[in-house]
T-cell receptor, first 112, second 117 residues
Framework: DQQVKQNSPSLSVQEGRISILNCDYTNSMFDYFLWYKKYPAEGPTFLIS???IKDKNEDGRFTVFLNKSAKHLSLHIVPSQPGDSAVYFCAANAGNNRKLIWGLGTSLAVNP | DADVTQTPRNRITKTGKRIMLECSQTKGHDRMYWYRQDPGLGLRLIYYSFDVKDINKGEISDGYSVSRQAQAKFSLSLESAIPNQTALYFC????????????????FGPGTRLTVL
């Protein structure tokens, strides 16, 4: 049973526009959420995270929003650039066990 | 130099062979993980180790074994490789804060592409 769901396998956006990647979760015990970016033939790299005590975290062009009541988070990239084209994974965990639970990823294509 | 390295980067082997994938890290992290990635299935945890004396099974440990030789080294073995173990394998590390709470963020190696014929 998928506890972290990324329902859109792919997304295509024009350069300069906003990219919005969505993630839903089912486990109300999750208290920390992360986004990773993955290029082909490379390992995932950490992008941005958010604690459940916040509803927004921003880092340059990347902003993550958390809606705990809806068990939903989203990653906004603005403006989108061709170099942002990659697979984006949402991950979550709960407690100090610290095993990340991963979504299946969304492939973002930013077109020039 | 990369903080998390994996060897080999690519490997083609035959069914029934024993294979070892190695992971080394210079980050000084206590926690290490092995994942596999398959198309459409995301990242699945095979084994993880929270320190040298602690080894835990992940969600898909059958057919795999691990060894934590030192804080910096965590190897994954396929005792008798089978074709459905063809996948991309990633090693990752994470650390604890000074208060003992995990920092959550995992740092990944570049991956090993394994093909079992």
């Amino acid at each position: 049973d998928q506890q972290v769901k990324q329902n859109s396998p792919s997304l295509s956006v024009q350069e300069g526009r906003i990219s919005i990647l969505n993630c839903d979760y089912t486990n109300s015990m999750f208290d920390y959420f992360l986004w990773y970016k993955k290029y082909p033939a490379e390992g995932p790299t950490f992008l941005i995270s958010i604690s459940s005590i916040k509803d927004k975290n921003e880092d340059g062009r990347f902003t993550v929003f958390l809606n705990k009541s809806a068990k939903h988070l989203s990653l906004h990239i603005v403006p989108s650039q061709p170099g942002d084209s990659a697979v984006y994974f949402c991950a979550a965990n709960a407690g100090n066990n610290r095993k990340l639970i991963w979504g299946l990823g969304t492939s973002l294509a930013v077109n020039p | 130099d990369a903080d998390v390295t994996q060897t080999p980067r690519n490997r083609i082997t035959k069914t029934g062979k024993r294979i070892m994938l190695e992971c080394s890290q210079t980050k000084g992290h206590d926690r290490m993980y092995w994942y596999r990635q398959d198309p459409g299935l995301g990242l699945r945890l095979i084994y993880y180790s929270f320190d040298v004396k602690d080894i835990n099974k992940g969600e898909i440990s059958d057919g795999y074994s691990v060894s934590r030789q030192a804080q910096a080294k965590f190897s994954l073995s396929l005792e008798s490789a089978i074709p459905n173990q063809t996948a991309l394998y990633f090693c990752a590390t994470s650390d604890l804060t000074s208060s003992g709470r995990s920092t959550d963020t995992q740092y990944f190696g570049p991956g090993t592409r394994l093909t079992v014929l």
